[in-house]
């Protein structure tokens, strides 16, 4: 399993996104929400006072009432496009899984401080590498270095994807991180 935390909460086109970075991995995984689920990871991320609990603060209430611990949230499949988790319970010495959406195990986990992780075939899967980008007058574009070769195939597809990603064009990231599995699959055959 890969230890990952919530490193942003992103508005798309098509709705939010999640986006779960690994501790050790670099890959992140982002993983489109529902608004309700948003605004609660958002309450917590950004630390915001409510004057009445949501639905994830009232889950860890009941936890805490039942004396069961959030030990941590895995998400631990991902099925025709949908992201699967469970969340592990412990209550006198025993473990307990339960299913969750995803957005719901994430947003509870902020609360209860417990680590989240996704299976590597998870991953590996849906996983997409995210590169810190240097300050604006630090970047130069590859065709720009001296003695800058041109770009192959794999790298102009991988820059087209941080692209997409950095204008929040999920949709379109996830086709060419397709694009970039099959181009380097039919590679390694030859």
């Known amino acids: 399993m890969i230890q990952v935390r919530v490193a942003g909460l992103s508005l798309s086109t098509v709705g939010f996104v999640v986006l779960l970075r690994g501790e050790q991995d670099p890959r992140t995984l982002p993983i489109f929400i529902g608004g ?3 605004q609660s990871i958002a309450v917590r991320l950004d630390n915001a006072q409510i004057p009445r609990p949501l639905t994830h603060d009232l889950m860890k209430s009941l936890l805490d009432c039942a004396e069961c611990r959030l030990k941590r949230v895995v998400v631990n499949d991902l099925v025709e496009g949908t992201f699967y988790a469970v969340l592990v319970l412990e209550h006198d010495g025993l473990e307990t899984e339960v299913d969750s959406r995803p957005s ?3 947003a509870l986990a902020l609360r209860c401080k ?3 992780f ?5 991953m590996d899967q849906a996983g ?3 590169e810190e980008k240097p300050p604006a ?3 130069k574009a590859p065709e720009e270095k ?5 770009l192959s195939t794999v790298r102009q597809l991988k820059a087209q994807l941080e692209d997409a990603i950095s204008r929040e064009k999920y949709e379109e990231a996830a086709r060419l991180r397709d694009e970039i599995r099959k181009f380097e699959r039919e590679h390694h055959r030859n």
Do not use: C, T
Request: aromatic letters at 0%; charged letters at 30%; zero cysteines.
């Open 36 to 38: 309700a689920e948003a």
């Open 104 to 106: 719901d195990a994430v």
């Open 114 to 116: 417990a680590p989240i």
């Open 118 to 122: 996704v299976v590597r075939k998870v």
């Open 128 to 130: 997409i590498l995210l």
């Open 137 to 139: 007058d630090e970047q």
């Open 146 to 150: 001296p003695g800058a070769k041109p």
